[in-house]
């Protein structure tokens, strides 16, 4: 049969900053992805061929636009994140990550039928790879299949039983989009109360309080968006 190809040899100390990354990267706050980045980027001085290293580059610079971490978050960051998503693929072509950062990068630039396209290719290269479905529930809110959404989420969640709260926010925020807001409510919840600062979750948990008529639970999670992102303005229907 055709010959292996040799697994690219990886610097154990890059590895090691690639993880604390990786664990930084978990709190969904401003200052884990300002952490998370700098250990990619220590990596990559140890390891500068360390496709996974630039493609979490990529990621965080993705999670701070769609999370709107830093008020510098711009085109310029995506256009860095992309550079950084670019080298990933060139140096190996065939890990998920790489194309899961573009797809990041696509959904902060509001390109939700081209994120679609990475998460899909991210889960052909590794059908275990859940945050591939995760990505693909969260872009998929924004498509016209919320079903296929909700399929990719739910796997996500089988594939990794501890996954992070945020898991949890999207399947609240695809139940939101199809107006089952009783389902939605306790996801949302459970992924405010694990990530207190986590802006998004806010915004889904007001939205999905007002659409049940509980207009001051609402209101008081939209005041604790503002108190964390001062300049974050939204009112409940």
């Known amino acids: 049969g055709a010959q292996e190809a040799p697994l690219p040899r990886i610097e154990p100390g890059a590895h090691y900053m690639l993880l604390r990354g990786l664990e930084s990267l978990r709190s969904f706050t401003a200052r884990g992805n300002a952490e998370a980045r700098k250990f990619f980027v220590r990596a990559l001085e140890l390891d500068p061929e360390y496709a996974r290293a630039h493609a979490h580059i990529a990621v965080t610079y993705g999670r701070e636009n769609i999370h709107r971490y830093s008020n510098d978050s711009s085109r310029f960051s995506v256009e860095a994140g992309l550079k950084a998503a670019v080298t990933a693929i060139q140096l190996d072509a065939e890990i998920p990550?790489?194309?899961?950062?573009?797809?990041?990068?696509?959904?902060?630039l509001g390109e939700h039928s081209?994120?679609?396209?990475?998460?899909?290719?991210?889960v052909r290269l590794d059908p275990n790879y859940s945050d591939g479905y995760a990505l693909l529930g969260e872009a998929g809110v924004f498509g016209s299949d919320l079903d296929e959404a909700l399929a990719a989420i739910r796997r996500a969640q089988l594939l990794h039983p501890h996954h992070p709260p945020t898991y949890l926010w999207i399947e609240g925020h695809i139940l939101f989009q199809m107006e089952r807001h009783d389902e939605a409510q306790p996801l949302l919840e459970a992924a405010v109360e694990s990530h207190p600062e986590f802006l998004q979750g806010l915004i889904v948990l007001a939205a999905n309080y007002g659409s049940q008529g509980k207009k001051s639970s609402g209101t008081g999670a939209l005041e604790v968006a503002r108190s964390i992102h001062p300049d974050f303005d939204m009112d409940v229907a």
């Open 97 to 108: 990550h790489a194309y899961y950062a573009l797809g990041v990068l696509n959904l902060a």
């Open 114 to 122: 081209t994120a679609i396209s990475a998460a899909r290719h991210a």
